[in-house]
């Protein structure tokens, strides 16, 4: 063997072994970073949901992040262990950004996507007390940048990473409502009654099919002895179109912070259960408002008067009373119906007998203390007799 040929062996043992451990690393790579796709369309319009794991530090998910060909209309979220400017706001003075941190956001850039997440808004909190960070992120891209409502971080969690919900204005199209049975309202006679009828006989089965029919057609049965015999629950009033998801994750940090301040009522826990009422309330204010707006710039000259009429409800006039319809009548009816005019009252029957006394020389002048005592022991929801005095 000469020593050219010597040469090209060597070279071509390091070549493979180099591309041994270039694929090596691909494979490690690739079980360490953690994705989950999901596809929705509706409409002929489909986004995609691609969620990222890159566990302990950002390089993993850097590496392998170039490698995939993303779609333009797709969300971008999961926790990147990548720590940036960009969405951590801020850094101290003795931070650096690591290689990998830089490149996912050089690439997200590159990509023209958006992020969602609030800057400087924590979402790891480490319970060894570490520094809390921005590491679990949601990013847009394209058209689904404009189709996103809102982006709730729920930070009441057993984990000690904050959970990020985003809405989405997703139709669910046309699919069946399920029943609900009101199984405490059941007629157990008529159920009864309806399986006796049938007079199945399962003592004549040979064989698996025969087995099979005969479970199809008891399934069959007992479904129609439910629909005889079993109500049907009427289906809750639908929630309001104003609503959303943070809403929920609001009212349910309020209850938390009510029972909190009924368990252990300290200053702390008082004061943070009023300071999320407040909040919870102008939050459910400014989604009424941005529905009514939305409401408004969705309209048409033909229907906007409609949409305002329905929103001032309040407005509407009083419906006729006794016949009367201007505001005058009105309240002369309401006036005599609340205030009563004892001088018009019918007058005493003559045989009533009268007080042989004159009670003026035996009794005090009344007071207006003693008329105060005598409109404060009064009943409520009552009102006065035929003879208008008692």
Request: aromatic content about 6%; some cysteine; glycine content about 4%.
């Amino acid at each position: 063997m000469t020593v050219a040929a010597a040469a090209v062996m060597r070279a071509s043992h390091r070549a493979a072994r180099v591309t041994a451990a270039l694929a090596a690393a691909l494979r490690s790579l690739s079980r360490e970073v953690r994705d989950t796709t999901i596809t929705s369309s509706h409409n002929q319009k489909s986004f995609t949901l691609f969620n990222f794991y890159s566990p302990g530090r950002a390089e993993p998910l850097a590496a392998i992040l170039p490698t995939f060909k993303l779609p333009n209309d797709c969300l971008l979220m999961g926790d990147l262990n990548a720590h940036h400017p960009w969405w951590q706001g801020t850094l101290p003075s003795t931070a650096r950004i690591s290689r990998g941190s830089q490149t996912i956001a050089n690439w997200l850039e590159d990509n023209n996507y958006h992020l969602q997440n609030e800057p400087a808004i924590p979402t790891h909190h480490p319970r060894n007390g570490g520094c809390h960070s921005t590491i679990d992120l949601c990013f847009s891209r394209e058209s689904t940048t404009q189709s996103i409502l809102t982006l709730a971080v729920d930070h009441n969690t057993t984990s000690d990473h904050s959970a990020i919900s985003v809405a989405l204005p997703l139709p669910t199209g046309t699919t069946p409502v399920a029943h609900r049975w009101c199984w405490r309202r059941a007629n157990w006679e008529t159920f009864d009654f309806r399986i006796q009828s049938a007079k199945m006989d399962l003592s004549q089965l040979h064989g698996m099919d025969d087995t099979l029919r005969a479970v199809t057609n008891i399934t069959q049965l007992i479904h129609q002895a439910v629909d005889e015999a079993v109500p049907v629950k009427t289906l809750r009033k639908t929630g309001a179109p104003w609503w959303n998801h943070s809403l929920t994750l609001a009212k349910q940090s309020v209850k938390r912070a009510d029972r909190w301040a009924r368990l252990q009522p300290t200053v702390t826990n008082l004061k943070d259960s009023q300071c999320k009422h407040s909040k919870w309330s102008t939050m459910a204010r400014n989604a009424k408002t941005a529905y009514r707006i939305h409401q408004l710039e969705a309209t048409s000259t033909q229907t906007v008067w409609k949409t305002i009429k329905h929103h001032n409800t309040h407005h509407k006039p009083i419906p006729p009373l006794e016949g009367h319809s201007d505001f005058q009548g009105k309240c002369d009816v309401l006036r005599a119906a609340l205030m009563p005019n004892t001088l018009q009252a019918t007058p005493l029957p003559p045989n009533l007998l009268t007080s042989k006394k004159d009670l003026r020389r035996h009794t005090n002048s009344v007071t207006v203390f003693d008329v105060k005592r005598a409109i404060a022991h009064l009943k409520y929801g009552t009102s006065v007799g035929p003879d208008n005095i008692t």
